[in-house]
């Protein structure tokens, strides 16, 4: 366990196999926090309140944004995402260390929050296989894959122009890729202190 508790994003176009990596992750880590996102998009099967998401409409998605309870929030592939501050900071106080998820566009908002927080962007072998991949997941519809898949090249683009990730983990064997990450964290934990910027 670090002594201090320190923050991870992770970054990735949809189905490039992010939730997956980091479900297994925090098994291999069993001190590691994720921090839960609020979002306006719906349940896929199997999606709990409170586990995956806090599932909001849009009128409580936009009063938690006046509260400023969100350190960042985003619009993504048409619905609203956004990381509650409070449980981040409580987590870092009691020494855990967290991994949030956020598009590469938020990951740049996060950054002028926490701008110590270490970034690993995901990337899928290739763009045909991003396809195979959303189509295999069976959890989007055909006009939500489209969306996904056309978004995706752009994101990556931002993210390797932009983004400020200190690592970049290509998905291609699942196992392989958790291996690399597994030492990626076992490096980084123990290195970063996180700490609020004041506004
Ligand atoms: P994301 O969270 O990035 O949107 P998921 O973790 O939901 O992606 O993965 C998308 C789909 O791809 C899932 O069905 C998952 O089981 C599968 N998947 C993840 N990693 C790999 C991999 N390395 N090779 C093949 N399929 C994978
Ligand atoms: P999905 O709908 O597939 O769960 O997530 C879609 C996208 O939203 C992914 O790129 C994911 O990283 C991003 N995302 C999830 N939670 C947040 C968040 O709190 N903030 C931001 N900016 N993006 C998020």
Redesign the pocket.
């Known amino acids: 366990m670090a002594e201090h508790g320190k923050l991870i994003v992770f970054s ?1 176009p ?8 980091k479900d297994a992750l925090m098994k291999r880590f069993p001190k590691l926090r994720y921090s839960v996102s609020a979002t306006t998009r719906p349940p896929r099967p199997g999606e709990s309140e409170g586990d995956h998401y806090y599932f909001k409409t849009l009128a409580e998605f936009k009063e938690m944004i006046d509260r400023n309870e969100l350190v960042e929030h985003m619009q993504v592939h048409g619905n609203f995402y956004g990381t509650p501050r409070a449980p981040i900071l409580q987590a870092l106080q009691q020494g855990f260390s967290i991994i949030l998820d956020l598009d590469v566009y938020g990951k740049v908002n996060f950054d002028k929050a926490f701008p110590d927080a270490l970034g690993i962007l ?1 990337a899928p072998p290739n763009l045909e296989e991003l396809e195979r ?2 189509i ?2 069976q959890s989007d519809s055909q006009e939500t894959i489209r969306i996904r898949l056309q978004n995706a090249n752009r994101e990556l683009d931002f993210a390797y122009r932009e983004g400020k990730y200190e690592y970049t983990v290509v ?4 196992n392989r ?1 958790l291996e690399e990450l597994t030492g990626i964290l076992e490096r980084e934990l123990g290195t970063r202190r996180m700490q609020e910027h004041s506004k």
């Open positions: 990735a949809s189905g490039a196999g992010k939730s997956s990596l995901i991949r959303l295999g997941r998905n291609d064997d699942f890729a």
